[in-house]
């Protein structure tokens, strides 16, 4: 029991020891060449590349900001908040393009509006202006909404009399 138990203990005093030691090594500056010209390297590096330096750098952000290096702040700003990936820079000539595609939506929408409209019946009785007034007499003499429509004192509005006449 008791060499199980050593042996555990000496297991564990190694790992958390390979810990610190690969702890310590991760707060050394990053070299230099690894750093120059990020802004212009970075879409064209490998992705398991690209992760490797950003924990780097996150592992040296970790510690004291003072210690880091103009370098290692100026690249650590550039991949947080630089124009790459989703924040990249449209394309020369993205605008014209979803302008031209914005038309031709539009335009084929009054196209099928305009047919539609072509085949269409005519419009329901209801839709006539002898019917809208015949509507605005008939909720007055129910006293309909007598507060504020029809049936109030002093109403001025139309009612509902929207169209113009069938006989026009």
Known sequence: MSFARNALVRASRQ?????LGY???????????TLANIEK????????EQADLWMALRDRMKE????LTV???KAAYWIAFGPHGPRALDPPGEGKKVALYT??????????????????????????KEWQE?????????NSDPLTGLSSEGYSGKGHVQSPSSNA
């Not at 390297?41 to 398991?48: D, F, L, N, Y």
């Not at 004291?64 to 210690?67: F, G, H, I, R, T």
């Not at 015949?134 to 129910?142: F, G, I, M, P, V």
Request: glycine share 8%; proline share 8%.
């Open 103 to 128: 038309l031709v939506g539009v335009g084929f929408s009054v196209l099928v509006f305009g047919i539609m409209r072509f085949f269409a019946g005519p419009p329901p009785s209801t839709m006539t």
């Open 64 to 67: 004291s900001w003072a210690e």
């Open 15 to 19: 790992s958390a020891t390979t810990a």
């Open 23 to 33: 702890r310590a090594a991760s707060t050394h500056a990053i070299s230099k060449p």
């Open 134 to 142: 015949a509507t605005n007499e008939y909720l007055k003499s129910q």
């Open 41 to 48: 390297r970075w879409e064209g590096m490998p992705s398991q």
């Open 71 to 73: 370098q290692e702040k």
